[in-house]
């Protein structure tokens, strides 16, 4: 079974940008599809961002369409997720996902990372 980490969280103002990272390890990373998911307190997790195992197909929640953009480097085992013109609503825990099958990850992937905290002040 493939290991996630998490990385690039913080803090940022409105308007701003951060980049935040998954780095897999154990089973081959490169055979998962990858989405990021976030969960700010009191709500369910949603879904955000998920790209499949080559980097050809990508799909976004219509709230950060046009604002975030996710890609990998297989040969570092990292999928990122490039946010930019940060609102407080996105303030949230991000977690990182992964699925070989590409029908659950936009929905129930198998296996999360412990997640990285994203605040938006403003």
């Known amino acids: 079974q493939v290991q996630l980490a998490e990385s690039g969280g913080g803090l940022v103002q409105t308007g701003g940008s951060l980049r935040l990272s998954c780095v897999g390890s154990?089973?081959?990373?490169?055979?998962?599809?990858v989405a990021w998911f976030r969960q700010s307190p009191g709500k369910e997790r949603e879904f955000v961002a998920a790209?499949?195992?080559?980097?050809?197909?990508?799909e976004y929640v219509d709230s950060v369409q046009g604002r975030f953009t996710i890609f990998r480097n297989n040969a570092k085992s990292t999928v990122s997720l490039q946010m930019n013109s940060l609102e407080p609503e996105d303030t949230a825990m991000y977690f990182c996902?992964?699925?070989?099958?590409?029908?659950?990850?936009?929905?129930?992937?198998?296996?999360w990372g412990q997640g990285t905290l994203v605040t938006v002040s403003s």
């Open positions: 790209i499949s195992w080559n980097g050809r197909d990508a």
């Open positions: 996902a992964a699925d070989m099958n590409w029908g659950r990850i936009t929905s129930n992937p198998r296996t």
């Open positions: 154990g089973q081959t990373f490169s055979d998962h599809n």
